[in-house]
């Protein structure tokens, strides 16, 4: 019915149109109606993405995973490959297509000449020169006078990476966007609202969708100005103005270093695209990600230059995905409407980082000191926002705490570097948007249900008052402990699946970061049913602010809550159990290079869950332990004693009723003192040095403009002896 | 070589060019009245003037190879002419400060800052 | 030859070649003389000047005829015309068709946002022509006398359009200052020239490449060392003074405040492309030689000015930015702007300096995006002007703290200015970034990478003040608070028109590109 071109239009472009109307008219027109637009665009693009899904699996069919062979990569294989290349299909990696819009640049450059030592030094092209002459016709970028000119085709891909990543952020900007119906019903900017969803919806779907690098990075600025036109929504709150300027200023920092990967890229390969420019049958450019260099990874720069690159885009990714030391603004951005908070904070900007790391992944393969890098500060990261997340009181700097820490989960997934690790990195993201976004949204109605009150020693035992909030919160919550069935419980085992095997194969590095892992998923549970308790249960506590008629919200919000409460109870089951969703990424082509390039160590005839029971075991052990450990802590206090007693009565476990005070003593002295502690000296460091850091950088400009004034002071005959001096100092610059 | 002993030649007028021009600048860099900047200025230009009739003058340097000829002299007329209408405008603006602030001093020209 | 051949020669080439390529300033020229008329013998018509000078400009611009040249059509290198004082190419069709599109965007400036008083109008537009007249002189000079002339010729107008506000302290000061500090810089400028030309033997900028080439290939060239560096660094100033690059910039702040806004946008897009054109041109003259023994004796030549264009760029880039901070005044802040772009629009001509020896390709694709540079700046600065002019007429202030709020007073105005300063600050997918980028790629090139690592520097360091700004109208209120500013649709309009191509350009710079890249293919 559609194809694929058609599709990967239609899914950007809806949204863009209803943007544009919704900011035309939104103000004078669309009024309180101002949604429909955009609800309809996202509609549209989620059935659209769900077709791209069918279509891109249709078409991945002829494909399987290739058989292993040794030879793969060996030049010897390789001239019959290259002779080969017209016609494609049989032997390409992976599925993919591109649809070419139009010619965004062509800037010419010249053909090197003399200067070529400039380029940088041929390190990691070791073979390069005599491949080129061997295969003749394959032009291979670097060094190749032809392929010089810098040429950025306004390119869109289809793949299986980019269609589960369009089917997710337009199934959760819907689900959001029809939320906001009724969550700012009201507000006086509510076709603003709609206009910049709008555009992050447009800016996000194409951030993964392009084929190129440049327009990666021009999208990726774009999701960050909306990120920080919406952070900054209520503008008149002074808070919400300093964290949106807080979160464009940390990501600026990502941002540069990702600017300076892509131009490290533009310098080691000579094109910036993903996939092959074919015309005429003949490969006339080798894309970075493209089909040649896929089938002969010798093309792919190694040593430093492929650590740099690598090194770089991490930065770039840490920026974007708050992990670790450049986090600090993702909390601070909860200052935001809820659903922006589950839209983008949560679901789909922040994993923009895990994209582009899963994007590159053949670049990561390159460089082994790379990956450890990204599994390092994934696996810090978990670490560091589950401890934080323990101490915070604010329930939605509890969840962003605990974004910050899965998205650390997905970074130590996709550090591990194995066909598993990044599909398990990617299955968690896929998971988390769907069971984080529906506690970004739980929390919001009961923000809204309590007047803005957001503080959880100011809640409690709002279970009845707002059931269906409870039930679908319980279910979030259950979902990011990793309880059994439900979805967080697979990804997250799948990641740790992931990396015990590798610890397997031999590194101390990932057993550290194995049982790091494990202590995280203990510590994710304890805080998430921390907040769960003290927010639903114990004494029924009311703050003012929701003016004594606080009830459940309205069926816009409750709505999706509900539907989103399912996902996370089902998705997981679902693509986990059956292995849908690692296999079909594996069509990937980045990932599919994967397969073909490491040799598993891990039987994949069996899904990885089962085969690793004692993980599975020992990761559900800590996640009930987390839970039972809050239950123990939290619902203790005041009148819930009782009713604790009846629980623990019922469970035949009173002798541990009464133990109950003691580990509570025991806890205190030895959990919380020195959890406490860490976490402050961990908000202190975040505080100080981190902020200090970046607030140092903020002044230092402004100090050297102001030193520098006073020399416009306005005397024409000052200016003329400048203008004097000026020329004799140049003058005698030349003859000293 | 003693420029005192030579016959006058092209040194000498470059120099009386240079003395002009150093003169000139200092001028205008020293003088604090609006006029006598201009004075300076004009002093500048005509030291360059002087510099390009010598060069373009047949009897200094017409056996050499880097001659200039009528084109050293077609350049310093139309630097007079110039010059002419730069002070023109020049004074017509100083005037026009004059009558704002009731003073040449260029000195008072510093409200302007920052 | 005698007497009468040579006029008869001088005839025939003025009369056949030359006025055809001449006939944009002739444009010009009838149209000066149009205007003086109009207001003699048509009093009444009180929207002449505007009309006039609309017509005159597009005229301008259609004898210039950039399409037949820029798409190719023609294949005409380059000619000189006028005996060789002026030449005639692709680079000066260009430059000067942008020259001429932005005279007719600027009276339609002058036209919506108004001057002090209207019956100054005639003299303003007769300045400004007169000023376009030398820039013309200015794009196309291949003769010292010419770059001198053009260099007063676009000067002295803009002196008195400095001072037009009558009565206003501060603009007089500013008119003095300018006129002061130019007068100067032309003085040294001039002397610097009379030694380049004497020591060269020429004033003819070719024979004075070739010359110095012997001259340098010859071996006599160390007792004039001296002399050539100290007269190329003369000329150099009097080009930097036209460019504002520290530290011969200093003029140019207080000449802002104390003038017009409109004035203030003639002078930082017009007099800023125009001079950037001249020092493509004087470049190559010093560089560039079409002998390859020449062209290598010329090495040291380059050096020296990719050295010193180099250094003048970095420095007047950092400079600009720095000192942009914290500064109160909207239009001293675009002021200092305009110095760090002069920085930045510096760089490629440095890296074309490098190039121009070895690479002709690269040099050219240098000298593109120069011209592409100088075509996405000027939208930039004029939208940025004209939302200064309209502020100062619907607020009375040119402040930064009038633009309070200005989101919730004027939505389409603050949308359009924010749109102009990220193009400015070079964030994609605007123009500025395509236009920072070409010329960043030109740097790197050329090898220069100290010179790209203060380029991408201050790309980061001009982010924060920029961002003041849409700061202060997007989240301070204003502390009247007066509504909604009156702001005529036709403004609107306009700031719309020239905003667009900074979005336009941004997603499909190629569309430009390729222009720019028309108009470097006849130099060298």
């Not at chain 3, 259609?62 to 692709?90: K, N, Q």
């Given at each position: 019915?559609?194809?694929?071109?058609?599709?990967?239009?239609?899914?950007?472009?809806?949204?863009?149109?209803?943007?544009?109307?919704?900011?035309?008219?939104?103000?004078?027109?669309?009024?309180?109606?101002?949604?429909?637009?955009?609800?309809?665009?996202?509609?549209?693009?989620?059935?659209?993405?769900?077709?791209?899904?069918?279509?891109?699996?249709?078409?991945?069919?002829?494909?399987?995973?290739?058989?292993?062979?040794?030879?793969?990569?060996?030049?010897?294989?390789?001239?019959?490959?290259?002779?080969?290349?017209?016609?494609?299909?049989?032997?390409?990696?992976?599925?993919?297509?591109?649809?070419?819009?139009?010619?965004?640049?062509?800037?010419?450059?010249?053909?090197?000449?003399?200067?070529?030592?400039?380029?940088?030094?041929?390190?990691?092209?070791?073979?390069?020169?005599?491949?080129?002459?061997?295969?003749?016709?394959?032009?291979?970028?670097?060094?190749?006078?032809?392929?010089?000119?810098?040429?950025?085709?306004?390119?869109?891909?289809?793949?299986?990476?980019?269609?589960?990543?369009?089917?997710?952020?337009?199934?959760?900007?819907?689900?959001?966007?029809?939320?906001?119906?009724?969550?700012?019903?009201?507000?006086?900017?509510?076709?603003?609202?709609?206009?910049?969803?709008?555009?992050?919806?447009?800016?996000?779907?194409?951030?993964?969708?392009?084929?190129?690098?440049?327009?990666?990075?021009?999208?990726?600025?774009?999701?960050?100005?909306?990120?920080?036109?919406?952070?900054?929504?209520?503008?008149?709150?002074?808070?919400?103005?300093?964290?949106?300027?807080?979160?464009?200023?940390?990501?600026?920092?990502?941002?540069?270093?990702?600017?300076?990967?892509?131009?490290?890229?533009?310098?080691?390969?000579?094109?910036?695209?993903?996939?092959?420019?074919?015309?005429?049958?003949?490969?006339?450019?080798?894309?970075?990600?493209?089909?040649?260099?896929?089938?002969?990874?010798?093309?792919?720069?190694?040593?430093?230059?492929?650590?740099?690159?690598?090194?770089?885009?991490?930065?770039?990714?840490?920026?974007?995905?708050?992990?670790?030391?450049?986090?600090?603004?993702?909390?601070?951005?909860?200052?935001?409407?809820?659903?922006?908070?589950?839209?983008?904070?949560?679901?789909?900007?922040?994993?923009?980082?895990?994209?582009?790391?899963?994007?590159?992944?053949?670049?990561?393969?390159?460089?082994?000191?790379?990956?450890?890098?990204?599994?390092?500060?994934?696996?810090?990261?978990?670490?560091?926002?589950?401890?934080?997340?323990?101490?915070?009181?604010?329930?939605?700097?509890?969840?962003?705490?605990?974004?910050?820490?899965?998205?650390?989960?997905?970074?130590?997934?996709?550090?591990?570097?194995?066909?598993?690790?990044?599909?398990?990195?990617?299955?968690?993201?896929?998971?988390?948007?769907?069971?984080?976004?529906?506690?970004?949204?739980?929390?919001?109605?009961?923000?809204?249900?309590?007047?803005?009150?957001?503080?959880?020693?100011?809640?409690?035992?709002?279970?009845?008052?707002?059931?269906?909030?409870?039930?679908?919160?319980?279910?979030?919550?259950?979902?990011?402990?990793?309880?059994?069935?439900?979805?967080?419980?697979?990804?997250?085992?799948?990641?740790?699946?992931?990396?015990?095997?590798?610890?397997?194969?031999?590194?101390?590095?990932?057993?550290?970061?194995?049982?790091?892992?494990?202590?995280?998923?203990?510590?994710?549970?304890?805080?998430?049913?921390?907040?769960?308790?003290?927010?639903?249960?114990?004494?029924?506590?009311?703050?003012?602010?929701?003016?004594?008629?606080?009830?459940?919200?309205?069926?816009?919000?409750?709505?999706?809550?509900?539907?989103?409460?399912?996902?996370?109870?089902?998705?997981?089951?679902?693509?986990?159990?059956?292995?849908?969703?690692?296999?079909?990424?594996?069509?990937?082509?980045?990932?599919?290079?994967?397969?073909?390039?490491?040799?598993?160590?891990?039987?994949?005839?069996?899904?990885?869950?089962?085969?690793?029971?004692?993980?599975?075991?020992?990761?559900?052990?800590?996640?009930?332990?987390?839970?039972?450990?809050?239950?123990?802590?939290?619902?203790?206090?005041?009148?819930?004693?009782?009713?604790?007693?009846?629980?623990?009565?019922?469970?035949?476990?009173?002798?541990?009723?009464?133990?109950?005070?003691?580990?509570?003593?025991?806890?205190?002295?030895?959990?919380?003192?020195?959890?406490?502690?860490?976490?402050?000296?961990?908000?202190?460091?975040?505080?100080?040095?981190?902020?200090?850091?970046?607030?140092?950088?903020?002044?230092?400009?402004?100090?050297?403009?102001?030193?520098?004034?006073?020399?416009?002071?306005?005397?024409?005959?000052?200016?003329?002896?400048?203008?004097?001096?000026?020329l004799l100092v140049l003058f005698a610059a030349v003859f000293l | 070589?003693?420029?005192?002993?030579?016959?006058?030649?092209l040194a000498?007028?470059l120099v009386?060019g240079a003395?002009?021009f150093v003169?000139?600048?200092?001028?205008?860099?020293?003088?604090?009245?609006?006029?006598?900047?201009?004075?300076?200025?004009?002093?500048?230009?005509?030291?360059?003037?002087?510099n390009?009739?010598?060069?373009?003058?047949?009897?200094?340097?017409?056996?050499?190879?880097y001659?200039?000829?009528?084109?050293?002299?077609?350049?310093?007329?139309?630097?007079?002419?110039?010059?002419?209408?730069?002070?023109?405008?020049?004074?017509?603006?100083?005037?026009?400060?004059?009558?704002?602030?009731?003073?040449?001093?260029?000195?008072?020209?510093?409200?302007?800052?920052? | 030859?005698?007497?009468?051949?040579?006029?008869?020669?001088?005839?025939?080439?003025?009369?056949?070649?030359?006025?055809?390529?001449?006939?944009?300033?002739?444009?010009?020229?009838?149209?000066?003389?149009?205007?003086?008329?109009?207001?003699?013998?048509?009093?009444?018509?009180?929207?002449?000047?505007?009309?006039?000078?609309?017509?005159?400009?597009?005229?301008?611009?259609?004898?210039?005829?950039?399409?037949?040249?820029?798409?190719?059509?023609?294949?005409?290198?380059?000619?000189?015309?006028?005996?060789?004082?002026?030449?005639?190419?692709?680079?000066?069709?260009?430059?000067?068709?942008?020259?001429?599109?932005?005279?007719?965007?600027?009276?339609?400036?002058?036209?919506?946002?108004?001057?002090?008083?209207?019956?100054?109008?005639?003299?303003?537009?007769?300045?400004?022509?007169?000023?376009?007249?030398?820039?013309?002189?200015?794009?196309?000079?291949?003769?010292?006398?010419?770059?001198?002339?053009?260099?007063?010729?676009?000067?002295?107008?803009?002196?008195?359009?400095?001072?037009?506000?009558?009565?206003?302290?501060?603009?007089?000061?500013?008119?003095?200052?300018?006129?002061?500090?130019?007068?100067?810089?032309?003085?040294?400028?001039?002397y610097g020239?009379s030694l380049l030309?004497g020591v060269l033997?020429?004033?003819?900028?070719?024979?004075?490449?070739?010359?110095l080439?012997?001259m340098l290939?010859?071996g006599h060239f160390a007792d004039r060392t001296m002399v050539l560096v100290l007269g190329g660094l003369m000329v150099m100033?009097?080009?930097?003074?036209?460019?504002?690059?520290?530290?011969?910039?200093?003029?140019?702040?207080?000449?802002?405040?104390?003038?017009?806004?409109?004035?203030?946008?003639?002078?930082?897009?017009?007099?800023?492309?125009?001079?950037?054109?001249?020092?493509?041109?004087?470049?190559?003259?010093?560089?560039?030689?079409?002998?390859?023994?020449?062209?290598?004796?010329?090495?040291p030549a380059?050096?020296y000015?990719?050295?010193l264009?180099?250094?003048?760029?970095?420095?007047?880039?950092?400079?600009?930015?720095?000192?942009?901070?914290?500064?109160?005044?909207?239009?001293?802040?675009?002021?200092?702007?305009?110095?760090?772009?002069?920085?930045?629009?510096?760089?490629?001509?440095?890296?074309?300096?490098?190039?121009?020896?070895?690479?002709?390709?690269?040099?050219?694709?240098?000298?593109?995006?120069?011209?592409?540079?100088?075509?996405?700046?000027?939208?930039?600065?004029?939208?940025?002007?004209?939302?200064?002019?309209?502020?100062?007429?619907?607020?009375?202030?040119?402040?930064?703290?009038?633009?309070?709020?200005?989101?919730?007073?004027?939505?389409?105005?603050?949308?359009?200015?924010?749109?102009?300063?990220?193009?400015?600050?070079?964030?994609?997918?605007?123009?500025?970034?395509?236009?920072?980028?070409?010329?960043?790629?030109?740097?790197?090139?050329?090898?220069?990478?100290?010179?790209?690592?203060?380029?991408?520097?201050?790309?980061?360091?001009?982010?924060?003040?920029?961002?003041?700004?849409?700061?202060?109208?997007?989240?301070?209120?204003?502390?009247?608070?007066?509504?909604?500013?009156?702001?005529?649709?036709?403004?609107?309009?306009?700031?719309?028109?020239?905003?667009?191509?900074?979005?336009?350009?941004?997603?499909?710079?190629?569309?430009?590109?390729?222009?720019?890249?028309?108009?470097?293919?006849?130099?060298?």
């Amino acid at each position: 019915m559609f194809d694929v071109s058609t599709l990967l239009i239609l899914i950007p472009g809806v949204p863009l149109l209803a943007t544009l109307v919704t900011a035309a008219l939104g103000r004078w027109v669309l009024g309180r109606r101002s949604h429909v637009p955009v609800v309809a665009a996202t509609a549209i693009s989620l059935a659209a993405s769900l077709l791209l899904i069918a279509e891109v699996h249709h078409g991945a069919q002829g494909w399987h995973v290739p058989e292993r062979s040794e030879g793969r990569g060996d030049s010897a294989n390789h001239a019959l490959r290259s002779s080969g290349r017209a016609t494609q299909c049989e032997d390409q990696i992976g599925y993919e297509q591109t649809v070419t819009l139009w010619t965004w640049a062509a800037v010419d450059q010249a053909p090197r000449g003399g200067q070529s030592h400039l380029r940088g030094e041929n390190a990691g092209w070791p073979r390069h020169d005599s491949r080129a002459a061997k295969t003749g016709a394959v032009p291979t970028g670097r060094d190749d006078a032809a392929s010089r000119d810098f040429r950025i085709d306004v390119t869109l891909r289809a793949d299986a990476l980019t269609a589960i990543m369009l089917a997710v952020v337009s199934f959760v900007s819907l689900v959001v966007a029809v939320y906001s119906i009724g969550y700012m019903a009201g507000d006086p900017g509510y076709w603003r609202f709609f206009t910049y969803i709008g555009l992050f919806v447009f800016s996000m779907l194409m951030l993964v969708s392009v084929s190129n690098f440049v327009l990666l990075y021009v999208f990726w600025e774009a999701v960050g100005l909306c990120s920080y036109l919406l952070i900054g929504y209520w503008y008149d709150r002074p808070a919400a103005a300093a964290a949106g300027m807080k979160a464009f200023l940390v990501n600026r920092v990502g941002d540069f270093g990702f600017a300076l990967g892509v131009f490290l890229l533009w310098t080691t390969y000579g094109t910036l695209d993903f996939h092959d420019t074919v015309a005429g049958g003949a490969v006339t450019s080798v894309g970075i990600l493209g089909q040649t260099r896929l089938a002969d990874p010798a093309m792919f720069a190694t040593g430093a230059t492929a650590t740099a690159i690598c090194l770089l885009l991490l930065l770039g990714a840490c920026g974007k995905s708050a992990q670790f030391p450049l986090h600090v603004w993702l909390p601070d951005a909860m200052e935001g409407p809820s659903p922006v908070s589950a839209l983008i904070h949560a679901a789909t900007m922040v994993t923009a980082g895990v994209y582009l790391v899963a994007r590159c992944a053949p670049l990561f393969a390159a460089s082994a000191d790379a990956g450890h890098v990204v599994a390092v500060v994934g696996g810090f990261t978990a670490v560091l926002g589950a401890v934080i997340a323990l101490t915070q009181t604010d329930l939605k700097r509890i969840l962003a705490y605990s974004t910050i820490s899965q998205l650390g989960y997905m970074f130590l997934g996709l550090g591990v570097g194995t066909v598993l690790g990044v599909t398990a990195g990617m299955f968690h993201l896929f998971t988390h948007a769907f069971f984080k976004a529906l506690l970004f949204l739980a929390a919001g109605s009961v923000m809204h249900a309590m007047g803005d009150v957001i503080d959880i020693r100011r809640l409690g035992g709002l279970r009845r008052r707002l059931p269906v909030t409870h039930w679908t919160f319980l279910a979030g919550c259950l979902a990011l402990a990793g309880v059994l069935p439900f979805a967080g419980f697979w990804s997250k085992d799948m990641i740790l699946a992931a990396v015990h095997e590798k610890a397997g194969a031999g590194g101390a590095l990932y057993m550290v970061l194995y049982f790091a892992a494990l202590a995280t998923t203990f510590l994710t549970a304890l805080y998430t049913f921390r907040a769960y308790f003290v927010t639903f249960f114990g004494v029924e506590k009311v703050p003012e602010e929701a003016g004594g008629h606080a009830h459940e919200s309205g069926r816009a919000m409750t709505g999706p809550l509900v539907i989103l409460a399912v996902c996370a109870v089902a998705v997981g089951a679902v693509f986990g159990w059956t292995h849908g969703f690692a296999d079909f990424l594996r069509q990937t082509p980045s990932i599919a290079f994967l397969d073909a390039r490491t040799a598993p160590m891990f039987d994949e005839s069996q899904p990885p869950a089962t085969a690793h029971l004692a993980i599975v075991v020992l990761s559900t052990v800590a996640a009930l332990a987390g839970i039972a450990l809050a239950a123990a802590l939290y619902l203790g206090s005041g009148a819930a004693v009782s009713r604790l007693a009846r629980v623990m009565n019922v469970l035949g476990l009173y002798r541990l009723s009464r133990g109950k005070f003691f580990f509570d003593e025991l806890y205190r002295l030895v959990v919380v003192r020195p959890l406490a502690g860490l976490a402050r000296a961990c908000s202190w460091a975040d505080d100080r040095v981190v902020d200090g850091l970046v607030d140092l950088c903020g002044r230092l400009p402004p100090a050297l403009g102001s030193a520098l004034r006073p020399m416009q002071n306005g005397m024409i005959q000052f200016y003329a002896l400048a203008m004097i001096l000026g020329l004799l100092v140049l003058f005698a610059a030349v003859f000293l | 070589m003693n420029l005192l002993t030579q016959p006058v030649g092209l040194a000498h007028y470059l120099v009386v060019g240079a003395i002009l021009f150093v003169a000139g600048v200092v001028c205008m860099a020293t003088k604090r009245n609006g006029i006598g900047v201009l004075m300076g200025i004009e002093l500048v230009l005509n030291g360059a003037n002087l510099n390009f009739v010598a060069f373009g003058s047949p009897s200094l340097r017409a056996d050499s190879q880097y001659a200039i000829g009528l084109d050293g002299h077609m350049a310093a007329l139309f630097v007079i002419v110039l010059a002419a209408a730069e002070a023109a405008v020049a004074l017509a603006i100083v005037l026009s400060f004059y009558r704002d602030h009731a003073t040449v001093d260029v000195d008072e020209a510093d409200e302007l800052e920052g | 030859m005698n007497f009468f051949e040579i006029v008869e020669n001088t005839l025939r080439d003025t009369l056949g070649p030359s006025l055809t390529a001449f006939r944009p300033e002739m444009a010009v020229c009838a149209t000066i003389v149009a205007l003086l008329l109009t207001r003699m013998l048509a009093p009444r018509w009180k929207s002449s000047p505007f009309w006039l000078t609309v017509v005159g400009a597009a005229a301008a611009l259609w004898f210039a005829a950039p399409w037949h040249y820029l798409s190719g059509e023609t294949s005409e290198r380059a000619a000189t015309i006028f005996t060789g004082m002026l030449v005639f190419d692709t680079f000066s069709v260009y430059m000067r068709s942008l020259l001429f599109v932005f005279l007719v965007f600027f009276a339609v400036l002058v036209r919506v946002t108004g001057v002090p008083e209207r019956e100054d109008l005639t003299e303003f537009f007769v300045l400004v022509l007169g000023a376009a007249l030398g820039m013309c002189l200015m794009l196309s000079a291949n003769h010292m006398l010419v770059v001198f002339l053009g260099i007063e010729m676009a000067s002295v107008p803009s002196y008195v359009m400095a001072g037009m506000i009558r009565h206003r302290r501060a603009s007089s000061e500013a008119a003095l200052k300018y006129a002061v500090y130019g007068a100067a810089t032309a003085g040294v400028m001039l002397y610097g020239i009379s030694l380049l030309v004497g020591v060269l033997g020429s004033a003819h900028l070719p024979t004075m490449g070739t010359q110095l080439a012997d001259m340098l290939a010859g071996g006599h060239f160390a007792d004039r060392t001296m002399v050539l560096v100290l007269g190329g660094l003369m000329v150099m100033v009097g080009l930097a003074f036209k460019l504002s690059a520290v530290p011969f910039h200093f003029w140019l702040p207080d000449v802002f405040e104390g003038a017009t806004a409109e004035v203030a946008a003639f002078l930082s897009i017009a007099s800023k492309a125009a001079a950037m054109g001249l020092l493509v041109r004087l470049v190559i003259a010093f560089g560039y030689a079409p002998d390859a023994t020449q062209l290598a004796a010329l090495a040291p030549a380059r050096q020296y000015m990719a050295m010193l264009i180099g250094t003048l760029a970095a420095v007047t880039c950092t400079f600009g930015n720095l000192a942009a901070y914290g500064q109160t005044n909207m239009k001293r802040l675009l002021g200092y702007s305009t110095i760090a772009h002069a920085g930045y629009m510096m760089m490629p001509v440095a890296a074309m300096a490098m190039l121009m020896g070895g690479e002709p390709a690269a040099a050219r694709s240098a000298v593109s995006a120069v011209a592409f540079y100088v075509a996405v700046y000027l939208f930039m600065n004029l939208g940025a002007f004209a939302v200064v002019a309209l502020v100062r007429n619907a607020a009375g202030s040119e402040e930064i703290d009038a633009y309070a709020g200005l989101i919730y007073r004027s939505t389409g105005v603050a949308v359009c200015f924010s749109i102009i300063l990220f193009s400015l600050v070079g964030l994609p997918p605007l123009a500025g970034f395509a236009a920072k980028f070409v010329a960043f790629a030109s740097v790197y090139d050329a090898g220069m990478l100290a010179l790209l690592a203060v380029g991408l520097l201050n790309t980061v360091l001009s982010l924060f003040y920029y961002l003041r700004v849409v700061k202060v109208m997007v989240f301070d209120t204003a502390e009247d608070a007066s509504g909604a500013m009156a702001m005529a649709t036709s403004a609107g309009l306009y700031l719309l028109i020239v905003t667009a191509p900074l979005v336009v350009w941004g997603i499909w710079w190629n569309g430009l590109y390729a222009w720019a890249k028309a108009a470097s293919a006849a130099l060298s």
